[in-house]
């Protein structure tokens, strides 16, 4: 499974944690999030793709972002429309679309969106639009009625090191392409610590 760290800002820590070589590296851009992004990103090893996460941004907002951070993947975290999907891919660009799911989910909504992005991301659903810090049930991925990759996301950390490894080898993941953390392994809002970082990539 690949490993996306999400939820980065400063330039010392983005260098730190670039060391381990996640495969991504997510950026918030939504001025609600504790770990919002308001300035530039330092240039990243091409090994490592730079994720633009937005809520309900406008079309030329994140077009924007996507020139001048350099952005590779969009995740869309709001009520994005399928056709709004498509025309960011249209830009060459991955799209990731992410649905929350607490204890149970309906699949059906997935449907709309299957021509439309080149991953699914499941959080958990809370309060906030992410980073909630606290995992959902996974076992209800075991209904999970598509073949497109997606990213696991939603309060994971080292204590669920045994919880992911009874995952990986279920129906449930079959299709799960990445796990993607964020606060779990921050020693303040937007700073992660690398050393946890490690252990868990290499438990990965």
Request: hydrophobic share 35%.
């Amino acid at each position: 499974m690949k490993l996306k760290v999400c939820g980065m800002r400063y330039d010392d820590n983005i260098q730190e944690i670039s060391a381990i070589k996640p495969d991504y590296m997510g950026f918030i851009f939504y001025e609600g999030s504790s770990r919002h992004v308001s300035t530039s990103i330092p240039t990243l090893s091409p090994s490592i793709k730079k994720v633009g996460v937005f809520v309900n941004a406008s079309y030329d907002t994140i077009v924007e972002k996507i020139n001048t951070c350099n952005l590779k993947v969009v995740q869309l975290h709001g009520e994005e429309m399928p056709e709004f999907c498509k025309s960011l891919q249209a830009l060459n660009i991955e799209v990731i679309k992410v649905f929350s799911i607490k204890n149970e989910f309906n699949f059906d909504v997935l449907t709309p969106y299957e021509t439309a992005c080149d991953y699914y991301l499941f959080d958990t659903k809370g309060p906030l639009a992410g980073g909630n810090g606290y995992c959902f049930d996974w076992s209800v991925l075991e209904l999970y009625p598509s073949t497109k990759p997606y990213f696991l996301s939603g309060g994971i950390g080292l204590e669920n090191a045994d919880q992911l490894q009874a995952f990986k080898i279920s129906t449930a993941a079959t299709y799960c392409y990445a796990i993607d953390v964020n606060s779990k392994f921050e020693v303040a809002p937007a700073k992660k610590d690398k050393k946890s970082l490690e252990k868990f990539k290499q438990l990965l």
